[in-house]
Structures are given as structure tokens and as C-alpha cells.
């Protein structure tokens, strides 16, 4: 190849060479793509905010959905969004700690293998499929409810946490294992007490990415938690939720059940974004503190 | 390792057990988790696999009045957006790459990957609302007839421009499929071409080569298994979304070649048809089997895409 | 290091407040024993049993959660108990009932309106027959300017657009009423489609729902749609004319669908199962149906269900006009509040 390169270097027209007209025309094509994505991204979210921002009042963040031709918010599915978010947090949050802890430190690498094979699959898993799961184990029992949902969910982020806490477990400097060590700590303390707290960043990091995917996921809250036109405090019957709504009412043809459906997706859009802006912030920062030790 | 061989130490015989036995079970739980997913799906759709037999993939009629249910329509139709998401999203993604991770300046490049990533952010649902009252109307009245206007009198590809020019239909779930997962493989691609000597690329630019040169024959070739995994994980991406794609693809039950039709994936047509079925009913039992179809087909995706990306960090 | 920086209780603190903030600002659950009742179905009848929700838990302890999945998924949820009642746009047999120990009754009457959406076409211009409709709906009549169409709409001219026809793509009610009515206008369509809740459409694009539907008709030109009519009115969508059984073209409106009402027969119809598809009357709106409430005999929330139907039947019919549904004549109510007492579940108590 070299050759090939030297021989049409030496070609003296080079600036009209097909060479240098072909690095040109991609050149272009490349920075085509990325404007057109911008574009995208940039129309998406002045819609939203075009849309989304003229029902952004008091009102709506503080009465409940209505049902057509009555004014109504939204304040429901805010909750019963912020409660289906949080559970599944709580429950995912230590088991994917736990998963993660296990497949950075499991003494059988053939098994922390596979497990980190499958957990990498699930990340990818259909989301709706994994709402039917929820539905056959749970909801076939127990009746539609709030926690079924924030099971379906918890189970999108135990991969994804389980994945960085491992991550992170394993950029922990061996230094600080062997000073654990030896202090005369056993295994457990010196993982749990000494490199987690020293690997908080990426878990931290890891945790917001999962809730900021789970907070938009609509198809496997179908199934589980059905939504509810009312409040309900009962984790156990069915709870509205935001993406709920905006599947709800988006498709409706009422100008003002769309227009709530655009500022419940304008809401949604701007707590995932910033969850994720913070979480990249947070690896920005981590990452330059690391570079001036 | 100590901590699985802990009940040497005499001291806190309890924590240490409970750690341990703890880990291993949020261990276990991911894999029974996986486990459970495919073999609920296999046995509950159990019902529908003995009806139809092999049918149920190769026969197209879904006709609830008759009680024949089969996964031909949704499967093509499945597979076919997401292929031409795929389509589309690879000129995008690589485009992307090639700019962010070669020709821009590094300062630049960090705020713009950060900004195409937020695209990856959002929610599926939201993007399938823009693209409802967005693109649909944008493909209905100019898109759509244009391409039939270009393509109307090619013979053998007229095929695919014919019919109406209603703006949903499986091309525009393809459009809305490769805007979702463009920034996902740009990541990947990014990340494989980040992985590059930069010794080789050095040693071309000093023989003279343009960057579009050093991209061709040098990071390309060096990075291929990286870049097909992170296409073929989005491919996977692609087949299981269901909101984004519910919205805009039409939801009929017909399997045509024009790229205008309505159409219908398994995603969608098991969250639309799922809360009309009855508990152990043959359409509740057919609507598993899909969902056992689909975990089949993403199943196998991923695991040919998480196998070329296990090479590539091997031979990191 | 400490693990908690003091930056950190400072941020936790912060989200502790915020949330308390939001949990004060909510409205105060009144500490009365306040019934919640479930209930999936129809969305034929969702506006009318939402809007009496809203209204009746001012006025009785009873709160209604309606979910409007479908007339399948009605039917389905209830005999499956996952929700305390199941409200469906077509009569159920005599046969399933017993077995499900489900008991019937009819809460109002509604219409379905055709809609369009032609340009340059208003409101009840364009005159359609059911046999047309049929035709569009099987694919053999694709274009508006076809000589049928225009033969029946000499005074108005006829863009020449394709037609898309769109239909509930989950299974309802609403599909049920308006195939029943094809399938009488057209033997092609009885003999190859049939009538269902869900069938298997030969053209066409699906929506979820009768507003997905309303909405994609809105969105599409060319489009034909069947929604219920309250919602054709509430998104100001074009209805079109209908030729009724005597011959004439009527539009949709509460006279021609109340003339409907008027000819059917109500006393001798078991379970209340009336046909109000191509009532004889000169009229009379062809598609029209009654909407149903299905619930379990032997439980216990039953009483609440039937409390909050009551209200609706006594102070509801207001609501109902408003929102363009018939309510039920005065002798079909009083027949159906004897089928509570005889089926043993309207407890005496919650009678005043």
C-alpha cells in the first residue's frame, strides 16, 4: 500500500488529483451527516419546547389529568412517574452494586464471563419483551400495579449498573487493594469498604445513565402498571405515569390533551438530559482530577 | 480469591458469609433473569408453536375473526425497518464518526460528541411523537412524492415507490429507527477509531496520504470487527423498538414491496394487540410466541455483535 | 476519606426538601372510606364514564379509574377479575354470561360517524352508501374521484387523491359496530371479512384507539375513518352523509341517532342485546349502538360499580347530552334497575 500511496504522491497536479478532490468530497459528506443530525436533534427539541412550554404552568404541574373536554395537569403522572422511577432505583441500586462487585471479583473467570456476556446482551434486550416477562411473573398473580412496573424497570437498570460498577471496580489502582490488604482487612471489607467507596464516581456515573433511561421507557410500563386517571399512594394497584400519558395522549386528536402530551414529553426530555449532562460533567471532571495526580 | 474463601478467619463469621452469598446471588439473579425471559416466552406461547406449527413463522394471515394467527407480516415487516434503518443509519453514524474523531478540532469534537449523544438520550416515545406530527407530514407532502416522482418509472424499482403517499409506513419507521441508533453506532465507531495506533496513522500521513486515505486503508481495516459489531448491536437496537415505531409505521397487517405500506413489527403489534387478548386464549398465546420470535431474532444478533466486540477488546 | 462529603448532605438535604415541597403541595386525600373501582373497555364510552367519574366523586364516596384499552380488553380484564368492571360496545351471549357469572346492562346510546378528510370538502358534503365504504375498505375503490363516489356527489368536484382508509388496529367495539354494519350493506364483505372486534383488514392503515384514529384521519389527507361521534365533534373532523335503509342520506347529529333509538325494540331484547344497525326509520342514523357494562355478580365491589351507574343514570344525563351520547329511555332504565335487585348485588343501603 505504501507504494500505491508513494506513486500517486508523486503525481504533480495533486491539488487536482482525483485523490485530493475524493479526501475533499468526504470531508464534506462527514460534516453533511453531522449537521443533518444536529438538525435533527435541534428540531426535535425547539418542538418540544415550541410545543411542550405553552402548557408549562402551575396549573398543570398541580391538578390531576382530566378527562377530555375538562381542564387537567398532570401532577399524577409526574408522581407516579418521580415513585415508579425512584422504587425501581431502590431495588436496582444494590442488586446491580452486588452484580457488579461479583463479576469484577468472582474467582471462576469462565462464569463472571458469561454472566457479563449475558448482562451485556440485556442491556440490548427488547424493552417490551421484558415488560411481557413482568407481566407473565407478576401481573398474571398480583393484578396490574405500580410495583410490577418498577420491577419491569429495575430489571432495564441492574444491567447497565451492574456493567459500570464493574467497570469502575476494576479501574480502582491496585495500590489501594494491597493497602487494604495490608491493614489486615479480609476481602469483603476491603472491596466493599475501601475500593467502592474509591470507584463512587463511575457508580454514581452508572446509576444516573440507568435512571435516565429507565424515566422514558414506555413499553414495559404497558403491561405492568396500566396508568390510572387518579391518584393513587398504593404501589400495589396501577399508577399513571408520564410516558403513559404522552402514549395516552398523544394519539387522542383533542388539541389540548396533544398539547399536555407535548409538555409531558418536553418534561420527561429535560429531566433525562440533564441527568445525563450531569453525569457526563461528572466523568469530565473525574477525568481531569485523574489526569493532574 | 479471599473473599469466597472467607470462613478461614475466625472473627465476624456472619458479614462475610452475607457477602459473599449476597454477591453471588445479585450474580445469579441477572443470569436467571436472561433464563427466565426466553423460557417464559417459549412456554407461554407453547399454545400457539402446536397450533400452527412452523406455520406460525412462514404464513402471513393474522385474522382474529378466524382464530389464525402467525408471525409472517410483523416478522418482515420487523425485519425489513429495521434493515432500512440500518441502511440509513450507516452513511449517518460513519459520516459522524469520521468528522468528530478525524477532521475536527479536539475541543470542538468533545462538545459535539457530547451533543450527538443527547440524541441517543432521548426517549423512544419522543421521538416517535416528533416523528407523528413532524416527519410524517414532511414525508406525505414532499419526501414521499418525490421519490415517487424520481423512482415512478424505473421499472423493477417502482415496485417499492408505489401506492399512497400517506407519510407513515415502514420507510418512515426505518427514518425514525436510523435516527435512534446513528448515535449509538457513533459511539461504537468513534471508540474503535480512537483505538487505532496512532503510530500506523502517523507513518501514512508522513508517506503523503490524505485523511480520507489514512480512514480507508489504515483505521478502516484495523477497526472492521469493532465497527460491524457496533452496526450489528444497533441492528439489534433497531429490531425490538416499539414505541418510536408503533407511531409511525402504520399498524396493518400487510406485507408489500413498496416502502409506503403500512406495516406492522412484532414490537408494536404485541403492545397493540396485547391488553385486547384474553388470559390463555390462542391470540394471548400467539402474541407470547412472537415476543418468543423476537427474543430468538435479538438473541442471535446480539450475540454475533457482542462476539465481534469481544475480539476487538481482545486484541486491545 | 469520609464517604459523605459535606457538599454532599448539602445536595442530599436539598432533594429531601424539594421532595417534601412537592408531597405538601399535594391536594389532601380526605380520610373518608373512599371506594376506588377500576375499570377497562370501551373507548366508544370513555369521554361519557370519565366525564361521570370526574362529577360523581364530588357527590358520592366512589372514585372510578377507567382505562380505555378497548372493548376486547374489557370484556377479557373482567372475566379474568383484574378489574371491577368491563365496559364493551356489543352485546355479550346469553351463554358466556351465566357462565362468567357476568351480569349486562346498557349505559347509553352513541353513533358511529364516518369521517373524511378531502380537500375543499365540509362538513356532511360528501353523500357516501354502505356499499361504497365497503368497496374502499376491500381496496376497489381507490381514489375519491372514482365514478361511484361522484355519481352519488354531483354538486361538489372530487380531488383526485387516494383513499386511506383507517381502522382501530386493536380490537373494539366501535370495529365491531361498524363491520356489522358493513357486513349487512355488502355480502362481499360478510362473506369474506365478517364482523369482529379485529379483523383482518385487506387495506388500510390502523390506529389505536378512536382518538388514534380521529387523529390519523386528521393528519392524512385522503383519509377515511369510523369513530365514535363524540369524538368526530370534539376534533372538529368532516362527517360524511349516509344512505339509511329508507333510502335517504342523513348526517350524523343526536335527532337521527336518538330516531335510531326510538326504533328498536327494547322490551323483548334479552340482556339487553337491541340491534340499532339500520334501524327502519326515515331518519335514522344506519350505525348506531348501545355501550355496555359488564360486571361480576358475586363480588364485593360490585355495589360500588353499581352505585356510581346509578348516579350516572339519575344525575348523568346532562353529562351525556353534552358529550353527544343518547341517554337510555326512561323504561330501559327502570328495567335495568329490577335486573340489579333480581341479580341480588344492588345492596339496599346504597339506595337513598
Known amino acids: 500500500?505504501?507504494?500505491?500511496?508513494?506513486?500517486?504522491?508523486?503525481?504533480?497536479?495533486?491539488?487536482?488529483?482525483?485523490?485530493?478532490?475524493?479526501?475533499?468530497?468526504?470531508?464534506?459528506?462527514?460534516?453533511?451527516?453531522?449537521g443533518i443530525m444536529l438538525c435533527i436533534l435541534v428540531s426535535i427539541l425547539t418542538n418540544l419546547i415550541i410545543n411542550g412550554f405553552s402548557g408549562l404552568s402551575f396549573f398543570t404541574l398541580f391538578h390531576m389529568t382530566a378527562p377530555q373536554g375538562l381542564p387537567g395537569g398532570l401532577l399524577n403522572p409526574i408522581l407516579g412517574s418521580i415513585i415508579q422511577v425512584g422504587l425501581a432505583t431502590l431495588i436496582a441500586v444494590p442488586l446491580g452494586i452486588l452484580g457488579g462487585v461479583f463479576l469484577a471479583e468472582c474467582p471462576n473467570k469462565k462464569l463472571s464471563a458469561s454472566i457479563r456476556f449475558i448482562a451485556d446482551m440485556m442491556m440490548s434486550v427488547p424493552s417490551i419483551l421484558i415488560g411481557l416477562f413482568v407481566y407473565i411473573i407478576l401481573v398474571m398473580t398480583m393484578g396490574y400495579s405500580a410495583f410490577a412496573g418498577a420491577c419491569a424497570l429495575a430489571i432495564l437498570a441492574l444491567p447497565v449498573i451492574a456493567r459500570t460498577t464493574e467497570e469502575a471496580l476494576n479501574m480502582v489502582p491496585v495500590a489501594i487493594h494491597e493497602a487494604g490488604f495490608a491493614l489486615g482487612a479480609p476481602k469483603w471489607k476491603v472491596v466493599f469498604l475501601v475500593c467502592l467507596p474509591a470507584a463512587r464516581g463511575g457508580v454514581i456515573t452508572g446509576i444516573l445513565l440507568a435512571i435516565s433511561r429507565i424515566a422514558g421507557e414506555t413499553a414495559p410500563l404497558l403491561f405492568t402498571s396500566l396508568g390510572n386517571s387518579d391518584w393513587s399512594w398504593n404501589i400495589f394497584k396501577p399508577m399513571a405515569s408520564l410516558p403513559l400519558v404522552i402514549y395516552q395522549y398523544a394519539d387522542s386528536a383533542d388539541d389540548i390533551w396533544i398539547n399536555l402530551a407535548w409538555t409531558a414529553a418536553l418534561l420527561i426530555t429535560i429531566f433525562v438530559l440533564c441527568l445525563n449532562l450531569i453525569a457526563r460533567i461528572y466523568v469530565d471532571r473525574r477525568r481531569k482530577k485523574d489526569q493532574s495526580l | 480469591m479471599a473473599i469466597f474463601q472467607s470462613k478461614n478467619r475466625k472473627n465476624n463469621q456472619i458479614l462475610p458469609y452475607l457477602f459473599t452469598s449476597l454477591t453471588w446471588c445479585s450474580g445469579a439473579l441477572i443470569i436467571l433473569i436472561f433464563i427466565g425471559l426466553i423460557i417464559e416466552l417459549c412456554w407461554q406461547g407453547r399454545q400457539a408453536f402446536s397450533v400452527f406449527g412452523f406455520e406460525f413463522i412462514t404464513s402471513t394471515t393474522w385474522n382474529p375473526v378466524k382464530q389464525q394467527y402467525s408471525a409472517g407480516v410483523s416478522l418482515i415487516g420487523t425485519l425489513l425497518s429495521s434493515c432500512i434503518g440500518v441502511m440509513l443509519a450507516l452513511p449517518l453514524s460513519f459520516g459522524c464518526a469520521y468528522c468528530l474523531s478525524e477532521l475536527m478540532p479536539r475541543f470542538i469534537a468533545r462538545y459535539m460528541t457530547a451533543t450527538i449523544q443527547l440524541l441517543a438520550a432521548i426517549p423512544s416515545i419522543i421521538l416517535g411523537m416528533w416523528g407523528f406530527f413532524i416527519l410524517v407530514p414532511l414525508m406525505s407532502k414532499y419526501v414521499q412524492p418525490f421519490l415517487k416522482q424520481v423512482f415512478g418509472n424505473v421499472p423493477y424499482v417502482e415496485i417499492l415507490f408505489s401506492g399512497g403517499t400517506f407519510g407513515v409506513g415502514i420507510l418512515t419507521a426505518g427514518l425514525i429507527l436510523a435516527i435512534m441508533i446513528t448515535p449509538f453506532i457513533t459511539a461504537m465507531m468513534q471508540e474503535s477509531f480512537a483505538n487505532t495506533p496512532s503510530m500506523l496513522k502517523e507513518s501514512a500521513y508522513s508517506l503523503g496520504a490524505t485523511k480520507w486515505e489514512v480512514m480507508r486503508h489504515v483505521t478502516l481495516p484495523w477497526v472492521q470487527k469493532g465497527v460491524i459489531g457496533g452496526i450489528v448491536l444497533g441492528w439489534g437496537r433497531a429490531l425490538g423498538e416499539t414505541m418510536a415505531v408503533t407511531f409511525v409505521i402504520g399498524n396493518a397487517h400487510h406485507a408489500g414491496w413498496s416502502l409506503f405500506t403500512s406495516s406492522n413489527t412484532i414490537a408494536s403489534l404485541i403492545a397493540l394487540e396485547f391488553s385486547e387478548s384474553t388470559a390463555g386464549s390462542l391470540k394471548m398465546s400467539s402474541l407470547m410466541a412472537l415476543g418468543a420470535v423476537l427474543m430468538m431474532i435479538s438473541f442471535i444478533v446480539l450475540f454475533c455483535s457482542q462476539l465481534l466486540l469481544k475480539q476487538v477488546l481482545k486484541s486491545r | 476519606m469520609p464517604f459523605v462529603y459535606q457538599k454532599n448532605l448539602i445536595t442530599f438535604s436539598m432533594i429531601g426538601l424539594s421532595f417534601a415541597f412537592f408531597a405538601a403541595c399535594l391536594p389532601s386525600v380526605k380520610?373518608?372510606?373512599?371506594?376506588?373501582?377500576?375499570?377497562?373497555?370501551?373507548?366508544?364510552?370513555?369521554?361519557?364514564?370519565?366525564?361521570?367519574?370526574?362529577?360523581?366523586?364530588?357527590?358520592?364516596?366512589?372514585?372510578?379509574?377507567?382505562?380505555?384499552?378497548?372493548?376486547?380488553?374489557?370484556?377479557?380484564?373482567?372475566?379474568?377479575?383484574?378489574?371491577?368492571?368491563?365496559?364493551?360496545d356489543m352485546p355479550t351471549s346469553t351463554e358466556q354470561l351465566t357462565s362468567a357469572n357476568l351480569l349486562q346492562f346498557p349505559t347509553a346510546i352513541g353513533g358511529v360517524a364516518v369521517v373524511v378528510n378531502i380537500p375543499g370538502i365540509k362538513e356532511n358534503q360528501v353523500r357516501l352508501t354502505g356499499d361504497i365504504i365497503a368497496n374502499i375498505y376491500q381496496g376497489k375503490i381507490t381514489k375519491w374521484n372514482d365514478p361511484k363516489i361522484a355519481g352519488l356527489n354531483k354538486d361538489i368536484i372530487l380531488p383526485s387523491i387516494d383513499i386511506a382508509p383507517i381502522y382501530r388496529a386493536d380490537g373494539s367495539g366501535t370495529t365491531q359496530v361498524f363491520t356489522s354494519y358493513l357486513s349487512k350493506e355488502s355480502a362481499d364483505w360478510k362473506k369474506n371479512f365478517g364482523a369482529n372486534t379485529s379483523i383482518a383488514w385487506p387495506v388500510g392503515m390502523g390506529g389505536r384507539g378512536n382518538g388514534s384514529v380521529a387523529s390519523t384521519v386528521k393528519n392524512i389527507e385522503g383519509g377515511i375513518g369510523y369513530v365514535e361521534y363524540a369524538y368526530a365533534l370534539q376534533n372538529h373532523l368532516n362527517t360524511a352523509q349516509l344512505k339509511n335503509i329508507s333510502g335517504s342520506f342523513v348526517s350524523i347529529n343526536e335527532n337521527s341517532i336518538k330516531a335510531a333509538a326510538k326504533a328498536a325494540d327494547w322490551v323483548h331484547a334479552k340482556n339487553y342485546s337491541v340491534d340499532l344497525i339500520n334501524t327502519k326509520d326515515d331518519d335514522s342514523w344506519p350505525i348506531v349502538s348501545t355501550t355496555y357494562i359488564l360486571l361480576p355478580v358475586y363480588s364485593q365491589d360490585s355495589k360500588a360499580v353499581i352505585k356510581f351507574f346509578r348516579w350516572g343514570f339519575d344525575h348523568g344525563d346532562a353529562i351525556a347530552t353534552q358529550l353527544h351520547y343518547v341517554p337510555l329511555p326512561i323504561v330501559v332504565k327502570e328495567k335495568i334497575e329490577k335486573t340489579w335487585e333480581y341479580a341480588g348485588v344492588a345492596s339496599k343501603e346504597a339506595k337513598k
Do not use: C
Not at chain 1, 504522491?9 to 485530493?20: A, D, I, Q, T
Not at chain 3, 373512599?34 to 370501551?42: C, D, Q
Open chain 3, 31 to 88: 380520610a373518608q372510606n373512599i371506594t376506588n373501582i377500576t375499570g377497562v373497555g370501551s373507548s366508544f364510552a370513555a369521554p361519557l364514564y370519565q366525564n361521570w367519574a370526574a362529577s360523581a366523586s364530588k357527590e358520592i364516596d366512589i372514585k372510578v379509574n377507567y382505562q380505555a384499552l378497548g372493548s376486547s380488553a374489557g370484556k377479557n380484564q373482567v372475566i379474568a377479575k383484574t378489574v371491577n368492571f368491563g365496559a364493551l
Open chain 1, 1 to 34: 500500500m505504501s507504494q500505491k500511496l508513494q506513486k500517486l504522491h508523486g503525481n504533480k497536479n495533486y491539488l487536482l488529483s482525483w485523490r485530493f478532490i475524493k479526501n475533499r468530497l468526504m470531508t464534506i459528506f462527514a460534516f453533511v451527516t453531522l
